[in-house]
């Protein structure tokens, strides 16, 4: 980012924000930061000036960081919440979970709290539309099918709940998908190695977690979709699986290490993330696009930015950045449209998800608004050395195809 970012620090203990001060001085070229000792002089200062991230701590008295985080939240979406906190009980965070972009466990390396910020902030500067990047700022979570949430609740109350039927009913939704991945990564359950299977996080958070979640801190919102709406959320489910299994078998065809496989299979199944934003939050806006693709024979995300002044790679790439998913994953759902954009010369989740993306369009035409007849980024598997392996990898994916449109 061109300007500072603007950072306010919020502890009642005045010597952890010494702290603070003394960890972050290296990074007074890059960030502008303000440290205060509560959340009433953090809502003071955020009525008198624009901040781009706020760091709090969840204990603290008079008002705690939920309260103060929710407030911020409410009146100025917009801004990156990050919880910093120490002896915080599962309870606790799991309550908390709602006005919180990401949680850090105290004690925090600056290395790890730079890294974050960085991060959570990297891609917002490809939003256009201010009103879409407060919107996705604001969500607490993504909209799930309603039979989906009914199936998980029903099996949740029963004497002995199965955790492999869990991750099955779990593993249809984008949504719960999200939102679960989002949790068991987050540095609160102190988790080595990025999970990207959801039966691995299920297992992971246990029974117990999970049904805290879904009961008690309700972080899954059911989508009541009309049917004018044009877009099924189950159409961009499939999508989205056929995506990650293609991306696997690419990730495959070009040697990629087995631990490298997950972070290319969960960058294909949250690629189109942003999609399921737009389609729920602004339904009426979305019919606008759908009639624009239908009556210029244009893709959804060219007409999305005609419409919208944003794309859903866009929005899906900001709200993974918000949400601490690595940047891999956020660039693979930014620029899986237009890869050479992203600079990036090297194959990686966004090259796998390009391709698979690319071929699943082309082979599947029967949903309006796909993006067939694009012209293959000649120029980007040509920097990259790989435009003789487009060959390959498409007889690999057709190979896997027991029906065809």
């Given at each position: 980012m061109d300007k500072k970012i603007k950072i306010l620090f919020v502890d009642d203990e005045p010597r952890v924000i010494d702290g603070l001060r003394r960890m972050l001085?290296?990074?007074?070229?890059?960030?502008?930061?303000?440290?205060?000792?509560?959340?009433?002089?953090?809502?003071?200062?955020?009525?008198?000036?624009?901040?781009?991230?706020?760091?709090?701590?969840?204990?603290?008295?008079?008002?705690?960081?939920?309260?103060?985080?929710?407030?911020?939240?409410?009146?100025?979406?917009?801004?990156?919440?990050?919880?910093?906190?120490?002896?915080?009980?599962?309870?606790?965070?799991?309550?908390?979970?709602?006005?919180?972009?990401?949680?850090?466990?105290?004690?925090?390396?600056?290395?790890?709290?730079?890294?974050t910020i960085a991060r959570a902030c990297s891609l917002g500067g490809l939003h256009s539309n201010e009103n879409l990047m407060e919107l996705t700022s604001s969500l607490e979570s993504l909209p799930s099918l309603p039979m989906l949430c009914t199936e998980l609740l029903e099996e949740l109350k029963t004497e002995e709940p199965s955790t492999k039927k869990i991750s099955q009913i779990i593993s249809q939704d984008m949504g719960m998908s999200v939102k679960i991945l989002?949790?068991?990564?987050?540095?609160?359950?102190?988790?080595?190695?990025?999970?990207?299977?959801?039966?691995?996080?299920?297992?992971?958070?246990?029974?117990?977690?999970?049904?805290?979640?879904?009961?008690?801190?309700?972080?899954?919102?059911?989508?009541?979709?009309?049917?004018?709406?044009?877009?099924?959320?189950?159409?961009?489910?499939?999508?989205?699986?056929?995506?990650?299994?293609?991306?696997?078998?690419?990730a495959k065809a070009e040697k990629v290490g087995q631990q490298f496989i997950n972070e290319f299979m969960l960058s294909g199944m949250l690629h189109d993330v942003g999609k399921l934003v737009l389609v729920s939050q602004l339904p009426e806006e979305y019919e606008r696009v759908l009639a624009l693709s239908t009556q210029e024979n244009l893709p959804f995300f060219i007409a999305e930015s005609k419409v919208l002044g944003v794309s859903h790679a866009e929005v899906g790439a900001y709200l993974l950045s918000l949400w601490g998913f690595s940047h891999d994953v956020a660039e693979?759902?930014?620029?899986?449209?237009?890869?050479?954009?992203?600079?990036?010369?090297?194959?990686?989740?966004?090259?796998?998800?390009?391709?698979?993306?690319?071929?699943?369009?082309?082979?599947?035409?029967?949903?309006?608004?796909?993006?067939?007849?694009?012209?293959?980024?000649?120029?980007?598997?040509?920097?990259?050395?790989?435009?003789d392996r487009w060959a390959i990898w498409r007889q690999s994916c057709l190979e896997t195809l027991a029906v065809k449109c």
């Open positions: 001085h290296t990074m007074r070229a890059e960030w502008e930061m303000v440290f205060v000792n509560s959340g009433r002089e953090a809502l003071d200062l955020l009525a008198k000036s624009a901040f781009d991230v706020i760091v709090s701590d969840m204990k603290m008295p008079q008002m705690d960081g939920h309260q103060l985080l929710s407030s911020v939240r409410a009146k100025y979406p917009q801004v990156v919440r990050i919880a910093l906190s120490g002896q915080t009980s599962k309870e606790a965070f799991l309550g908390s979970v709602g006005p919180i972009h990401q949680f850090l466990s105290k004690p925090c390396t600056a290395e790890t709290l730079k890294n989002q949790l068991v990564n987050s540095s609160y359950f102190g988790v080595k190695q990025s999970v990207s299977s959801i039966s691995q996080a299920i297992n992971f958070l246990g029974l117990d977690t999970i049904k805290t979640l879904i009961i008690s801190a309700k972080i899954f919102s059911q989508f009541q979709q009309t049917e004018e709406a044009g877009v099924s959320l189950k159409a961009i489910w499939d999508h989205s699986m056929t995506v990650t299994g293609w991306a696997r078998l690419i693979a759902a930014g620029f899986h449209h237009n890869p050479v954009d992203a600079g990036t010369e090297r194959f990686s989740p966004l090259t796998a998800v390009y391709a698979a993306n690319m071929l699943e369009h082309e082979i599947d035409s029967c949903e309006p608004g796909q993006d067939k007849d694009l012209p293959i980024a000649d120029d980007y598997l040509c920097k990259l050395g790989l435009l």
